[in-house]
Nanobody, 124 residues
Framework: QVQLVESGGGLVQAGGSLRLSCGASGRTFSSYRMGWFRQAPGKDREFVASIMRSSSSTYYADSVKGRFTISRDNTKNTVYLQMNNVKPDDTAVYYC?????????????????WGQGTQVTVSS
């Protein structure tokens, strides 16, 4: 079992930057693949980015590629999402998720544990 707590959300102007953090407690953090998802009002939750256990590989949704960077610090049990050049379409609740599995890491069903989410609002 792992508990996830997101932080760092808030209000930011278009073109600005924000860094989200997700702290984990419980089982060894380095044994999890980690992901970020988001859900905008009236829309389904969608994949944003993921990072493998040893940070060997990262994956991004096309909509954020080149603007967002996912990273992790296994010594601090924390995963980050650096958001640069944000756009109003990035407005959503952002969720951190942890996966014990292997293979696909892009689907909601690939993840076993979820945080409560943090709101990101981008003003135009």
């Amino acid at each position: 079992q792992v508990q996830l707590v997101e932080s760092g959300g808030g209000l930011v102007q278009a073109g600005g930057s924000l860094r989200l953090s997700c702290g984990a407690s419980g089982r060894t953090f380095s044994s999890y693949r980690m992901g970020w998802f988001r859900q905008a009002p009236g829309k389904d939750r969608e994949f944003v980015a993921s990072i493998m256990r040893s940070s060997s590989s990262t994956y991004y949704a096309d909509s954020v590629k080149g603007r967002f960077t996912i990273s992790r610090d296994n010594t601090k049990n924390t995963v980050y999402l650096q958001m640069n050049n944000v756009k109003p379409d990035d407005t959503a609740v952002y969720y951190c998720a942890a996966s014990v599995g292997y293979g696909s890491n892009l689907r909601i069903s690939d993840y076993d544990y979820w945080g409560q989410g943090t709101q990101v609002t981008v003003s135009s």
